[in-house]
């Protein structure tokens, strides 16, 4: 009997990190979908709108449209936005009442976990933190902030990971976790990629 308790304990503790693992995978890989989705949908609705919309990261709930210095480079949340006509320059993200608001993702049950299945997220380019992105009427993405000279960045990234309260890492630093980008290029394209793939040619995950 107790032998046969003992074998269970066993199991039980081989078992419950893998799949700790495998949920914690899983709400990352969900996120960074949802994220990517959410961005192609901003990029449509500027084509089909001919208007400046912005998706935006914000800890505010993803209801309305957020007020002004709600954004946050690290979410959880984000919105999509539909700019005034009127603002056609290249510095977005300055809310008022004219902007319309078209959707939203609440993740904060996720990020907020302490545990090892939660998830957060961060956005940065070569300027440094990043807390949304503008697509124009043309699908193209615009600087934000704005650029010297207007110059877009190549690309804008989105990391996806454990918590730092879970005490996990990601699969390129020795970890079990597979963290994930998503990064959006100046033309409007976007992908979802694996930071810890291979650059072969040919490795569809790759982030480079």
């Known amino acids: 009997m107790m032998v046969g308790v003992v074998i269970i304990a066993i199991l039980f503790a081989v078992a419950i990190p893998s799949l700790m693992d495998y949920m914690t995978n899983s709400r990352i890989l969900a996120m960074a979908q949802s994220f990517q989705a959410s961005v192609?949908?901003?990029?449509?609705?500027?084509?089909?709108?001919?208007?400046?919309?912005?998706?935006l990261m914000t800890a505010s709930p993803a209801t309305a449209v957020i007020p002004v210095g709600s954004v946050s480079a690290t979410g959880p949340n984000w919105i999509i936005q539909v700019q005034p006509n009127a603002n056609v320059t290249g510095n977005p993200f300055i809310q008022a009442n004219a902007y319309t608001f078209i959707d939203g993702a609440t993740n904060s049950?996720?990020?907020a976990l302490t545990g090892r299945t939660g998830v957060a997220m961060s956005g940065s380019d070569i300027n440094g933190p990043l807390a949304g992105l503008t697509f124009t009427g043309l699908s193209t993405r615009v600087p934000f902030p704005a650029a010297a000279a207007g110059v877009v960045p190549p690309q804008a990234t989105f990391s996806f990971t454990a918590t730092p309260a879970s005490g996990q890492t990601c699969a390129q630093a020795g970890g079990k976790v597979r963290?994930?980008?998503?990064?959006?290029?100046?033309?409007?394209?976007?992908?979802?990629?694996?930071?810890a793939a291979t650059a072969a040619v040919g490795d569809t995950r790759s982030c480079n």
Do not use: H
Request: aromatic share 2%.
């Open 40 to 55: 192609q949908q901003a990029r449509t609705q500027a084509i089909l709108l001919n208007s400046n919309v912005d998706i």
């Open 109 to 111: 049950g996720d990020a």
């Open 179 to 195: 963290c994930l980008n998503v990064i959006v290029f100046p033309g409007g394209r976007s992908k979802v990629c694996d930071p």
